[in-house]
């Protein structure tokens, strides 16, 4: 087992490597970097010659844009990487470390109280849909399912901000806290109420669209068991239909369910892009959307190898969890 | 190709296409099932039904379970399966009774019958009675019982070994924690350690060798003969008055077969039940049954004690089955199969079943369904060789009465 | 007998299988396999919602601009310019120097040419540049609709590809291909495909009418590799059947084989993850196009429809224009929910395990 677990780990960095390499080229490959979008009014005003620009960018490392140039700087980024060193943030003025460990935490945990959510709802009415397979309640939970999958994020805010802090005026509308009221710096429980009344939207609409791929998850894999020969012998024991859904199905059910959602885990740092831009909330998909749209790559790069590596992660994550949680695969 | 491949009707040389259904036909039968099966499951979903409803008399004391003209119908969307098709016949106490027939005859449907395990909600009893004499002295009929109340006779008055050992335990169970289950599901004041020292003894019962290792294993780490072994064990753990052994050691290498089998003897005998023994192998029945019961095409065509089936066959089936065991007074060179198949479940003809495959077949065999002919008190066969009765005339007969 | 054995010597495999099973089927009737998918798939109402949910799609976004343009002549750029007046009240209240209170209206009106109300003759009214809502969302649902497909149909070409040599030549042929897969399936897809457009929409020598079939080559990169995975499974699956190792112990050539099986083995589940798949897409097509890196302005788009609305360039569309936003989301999740059950149809249609 620990040979199919370094393997995987070895499998895992070839992966990472293959996906820096990648990123690392087109973000090399956008025309127009911070540096370019920072120089343009100077340059324009004359204050600058794009002589100056282009010793800008070499202190960067962006000047050179042959094959040989990016192979070089990308060499260049690896190895400070690989010291754990990504860089300097053109756009936010700080180490992308710093900027990455600032803002994950707010967007970590958004995502961590929807992940919880979309489990506690999702879970049972995937069970209870696979139990009474093809009724009324079925065909409802699937089309609510279907429809959490369907709507863009994007559209979804809309609607809510619309109703909730528009017509209705309950919840607030964007941001994170409130501009126009002031607490005293001490008032930590007013602070705290402020902020978690702004996050209730974004976590509704991270909710409502995740929570319909765990309840089909859920069914399939429970209808699956369902139909097993060790059910049937379950029900012939004289076990309650509830023992037998609960105990013998429901445990065999858990092992697709606890590695797919443990190997969540880690994507949930990474941020929601659309849903903290169009909500205004910090976090790092925010930050990291503003930097793509300014050009700014030392970011961009930081931002893109922290997704690819917490997706590996979760990969990973899930192998292990497999290995504990199914008594098939052997532990040794 | 490929794509249309899907929604091109085969064309298959020498078959019309008649042999398919109309879209109306097929609507006809969907609404019709999707009604009649609404209509069961109403009845089997009742809440409170008193025990008069379900209590009944037995034919013969000595019995503990009689099946009386059963018919256990499956309602599928090309047609009414009619998998068990009035099926009448009786275990008694302390006995062994071997149901053969090829696959698909309906054994296997009988006894899930009995443990009101038929696959729902396509699967229903619709006719008939199966009653059975409880260990409390009381006499139910298992077909009317509702569901809550059957639970307490599924796995402690009844119980039942599948033929897929591989598959029927639990993967994420050890063995030990699914047989202390059924302990302490029907065994008043049963004590997780008296569950245990229960579930060791059983082991050690079927014979199984390091019983504290198999205990806290789970089910891969054994073989497929100890599996068997611990479903035998875990069956017996509330000592049972019946035991329903559906084609035990078919997934089973030949040595162990015979082991199994012997193993279930033994514990027949020490806790006095009946073992209700499906297979379809005839080696096996005449090693191990008392009564003998064979099905064809969802109906008893012969049944009797096992030496007057095995001694003196009567209908031409059971006749042909002999026949085609290899044994070792062969005399010819080749082994002999009985020609053609079984007809369809579904549209059955209303003639004898097994007309068209039969070496003695009369006119009267395409015209209507033999009754059954009795050759002694234990005896019966269903062919119209031994008398011109029909069923049909016969069932106006008793209702006249 | 004798002649049915002679017919059976020229028969392969298959052909015999399916003599068999004609043997068995002669004495009773069954339904076509061909329609038992097709009853299976209609026995399902989500799936016939779906399917009209599609049609009425395809109808709205295909056939309605024809309409609009035989009946009134315009397209999706045509500029209405429709005055009304638009009052603009304010108020404030003083202390007058006479102590008592004083409210104080200041009311403004201003004529107003772009964002008309519905009325007869724009349906849904006109957006903040004038055009008319209802046809922009025809030619909206035509550009979301033409890039699924294509970007679909791309995506599964390459995915049989590559998937099918990786499955069949193996060795290391599979490693490349499969790692490669591997990387991909591991780039984070919104990002990539932000840079990605942010890179084409500021290189000037693109006209702005191929950003759109850059955008499609994007959408086809970070998504064939489910197809590859699937093909190449499928190979091996295949490789490991008994029938294929019965076929190679004849000395047929093991390639025919393969091709002959895997098509008709495949197609159901290609079918079905391309009918999911045609969903997705237009997701991400319309979350470009809300960041506005889709399909570029004057041409409409779902995505930058809502776009409109949104909140951080001013409420004054979130709040009172509903018919300019709400429309387009509608019409994303009518498009995506048909698809989806359309493809749930299918799958369950497909695989008869899951038959009740």
Redesign the interface.
Known sequence: MWKYLLKRIALALLILFGVSALIYLLSMLMPADYIDNQTAAAVQSGAMTLEDVQHLKKLYGLADKSFGGIVNSYLTWLKSTLSGDLGFSFLYGKPVTKVLSEYIWISFIVAFISYILEIMIGIPMGIKASVNQYSAYDYTVSVFAMMGTALPSFFLAALLMNVFAIKLGVLPLQGLTTATKLFSPDAHFQIFLDKAWHLVMPITVLTLLGVGGIMKFTRTNMLEVLNSDYIRTARAKGLSERTVIYKHAFRNTMIPLVTTLSGMLPGLFGGAMITETVFAIPGIGYMALRATQQGDIPFIMGYNMFLSILTVLGMLISDIMYMVVDPRVKLS | ???F??????K?E??DD????T?RE?RRI?KENNRIIREFERAKNRKNVSEEEYLTQMRDPSNVVEFDNLHTYFFT??GTVKSVNGVSFDIPQGKIVGVVGESGCGKSVTSLSL?Q?VQG??GQIVEGSIRYQASDGKCYDITKMP??RM??????EI??I?Q?PM???????KIGQQMD??IL??EEGATPESARARSIEMLNLVGIAGVEKVYSS?P?ELSGGMRQRV?IA?ALVCNPRLIIADEPTTALDVTIQAQILELLRDVKNKINGSIMFITHDLGVIAEMADYVVVMYAGRIIEKGTVREIFHDPKHPYTVGLMKSKPGRHMTEDRLYSIRG?V??P??MPNHCYFYNRCDKAMEICSKDYPCMMEFSPTHQAACFLYGQNSLEENLAKEEGR | MALETEKNKNLNYSDMSEQVETDLEQNFRVISPGRMVAKRFFKSKLSIVGLIMIIFVFLFSFVGPLIIDATWGYKETQVFRIERNSDMVSSAQFNGPDGKQYTYYDKSQTLVLFKAPPSADHWLGTDTSGFDILTRLMYGGRISLTISFIVIFLETFIGIVLGGLAGYFGKWVDQVIMRIVDIFACLPGLPILLILSATISSIEGIPTEHRIYYLMAFLTLMGWTGVARIVRGQILMLREQEYMMAAETTGIKVINRIFRHLIPNTMPQLIVSATLGLGGVILYESTLSYLGLGVPFPRAAWGSMIALADPSKGQEILANYPNMWVPAGVLIVITVLGFSFIGDGLRDAFDPRMKR
């Open positions: 190709m490929g794509l491949d899907i929604f091109k009707r085969k298959i020498g078959v008649t042999m398919y259904l879209l097929e969907s969307d090309v443990m395990l909600p396509t569901r809550d639970l307490k006779i599924r796995g402690k119980a039942m599948f897929e598959t029927s335990l639990n993967p994420v169970f289950e059924v599901l029907h789970y891969h479903m875990m198949q007809p369809n579904i549209n």
